[in-house]
């Protein structure tokens, strides 16, 4: 994902979670808040220790974007959100992790069902 995509400062990730409203699932957590004024989506990627060594999270950060690559047309372009992985996360394959992925972005309603962006 480009970097114009990513939450990465700080004071963003701050205000997601303390404006944002949070929705999860047993493998995410995800906060999501509409900012006004930029004209694509942007997410920022959480993995704790408890996840495992560095080698383990990154696969799942890795995981996380790739399915967040594959949906990315079917995402509301005006949101900025924040995924949060589970330490559950750690053994489950790409499809385990893009359908726990697809249900709590449908949950925080990121994901537009029908598949087209939501206007």
Same mark, same amino acid.
């Given at each position: 994902?480009? !970097?114009?995509?990513?939450?990465?400062? +700080?004071?963003?990730? @701050?205000?997601? $979670?303390?404006? %944002?409203? #949070?929705?999860?699932?047993? !493998?995410?957590?995800?906060?999501?808040? +509409?900012?006004?004024? @930029?004209?694509? $989506?942007?997410? %920022?990627? #959480?993995?704790?220790?408890?996840?495992?060594?560095?080698?383990?999270?990154?696969?799942?950060?890795?995981?996380?974007?790739?399915?967040?690559?594959?949906?990315?047309?079917?995402?509301?372009?005006?949101?900025?959100?924040?995924?949060?992985?589970?330490?559950?996360?750690?053994?489950?394959?790409?499809?385990?992790?893009?359908?726990?992925?697809?249900?709590?972005?449908?949950?925080?309603?990121?994901?537009?069902?029908?598949?087209?962006?939501?206007?």
């Amino acid at each position: 994902m480009k !970097k114009a995509y990513r939450v990465k400062k +700080e004071k963003e990730f @701050q205000q997601v $979670f303390q404006e %944002g409203t #949070s929705f999860a699932n047993r !493998k995410f957590v995800v906060y999501r808040l +509409e900012p006004s004024d @930029q004209p694509h $989506f942007r997410v %920022g990627l #959480s993995v704790g220790k408890k996840v495992g060594n560095a080698v383990a999270r990154n696969r799942v950060k890795r995981l996380i974007r790739a399915v967040l690559q594959e949906l990315s047309p079917k995402i509301d372009p005006r949101l900025d959100f924040i995924v949060i992985a589970r330490p559950a996360i750690k053994d489950l394959s790409y499809e385990e992790v893009r359908s726990n992925l697809i249900h709590v972005l449908k949950l925080a309603k990121i994901l537009n069902e029908e598949g087209n962006r939501i206007k």
